[in-house]
């Protein structure tokens, strides 16, 4: 018997950890500086989504240049963290507006923002020279959406599942964790 019947599964910081441990490992094994990317791009997604308490579309409106804008002040400073800045409509809101959100740099848990952040970070600007625009960009520029990254995430925890015993019971169904809404 599987659980399918529950949608959009919380998110823990051990099934957060198990995922940047299989993650880390097709990473460091990675042919293609694509899948390098691809990798970079789920697990900043997901640690920005969950320490930033947002639901998926919201992650897609960070902004490369504000990011840049307070990556060096926000790392040095007395409470390190990492300055979400997001832009466009948020939460229900009306119009266009920057919102700045605080991730820690580090957590009690040790979630890695900063080792995939910064992997992501150097990615666009040292090897792609990109200095603007979405972070979560297409070859094109135009902001990638949410949905091009939950096939990759549903891969991932189903190896989280299969290789790393207790973290995702055999039981759940890998397919009711999503990005589509709030990971916890």
């Given at each position: 018997m599987t659980i399918s019947?529950?949608?959009d599964l919380p998110f823990t910081s051990p099934i957060v950890l198990a995922l940047d441990k299989v993650c880390e490992i097709k990473w460091r094994w990675a042919v293609s500086e694509d899948e390098k990317q691809d990798l970079?791009?789920?697990?900043?997604?997901?640690?920005?989504?969950?320490c930033g308490d947002l639901r998926g579309e919201e992650v897609t409106l960070l902004s490369l240049g504000g990011l840049l804008t307070f990556w060096d002040d926000?790392?040095?400073s007395s409470h390190p963290h990492i300055m979400l800045t997001l832009h466009g409509r948020f939460k229900g809101e009306t119009g266009l507006?920057?919102?700045?959100?605080?991730?820690?740099?580090?957590?009690?848990?040790?979630?890695?923002n900063v080792?995939?952040?910064?992997?992501?970070?150097?990615?666009?600007?040292?090897?792609?020279?990109?200095?603007?625009?979405w972070f979560f960009a297409?070859?094109?520029?135009?902001?990638?959406?949410?949905?091009?990254?939950e096939p990759m995430l549903q891969d991932h925890l189903l190896s989280v599942q299969e290789n790393m015993e207790g973290v995702i019971p055999s039981a759940v169904d890998v397919e009711g964790f999503s990005l589509w809404r709030n990971l916890r």
């Open positions: 019947d529950q949608e970079e791009d789920l697990m900043s997604f997901v640690l920005m989504e969950f926000a790392l040095e507006r920057w919102h700045c959100i605080p991730i820690p740099a580090k957590t009690k848990s040790a979630l890695p080792k995939w952040i910064a992997r992501a970070v150097h990615r666009r600007v040292n090897l792609q020279r990109r200095h603007k625009g297409d070859e094109e520029g135009k902001r990638r959406k949410m949905g091009y990254y």
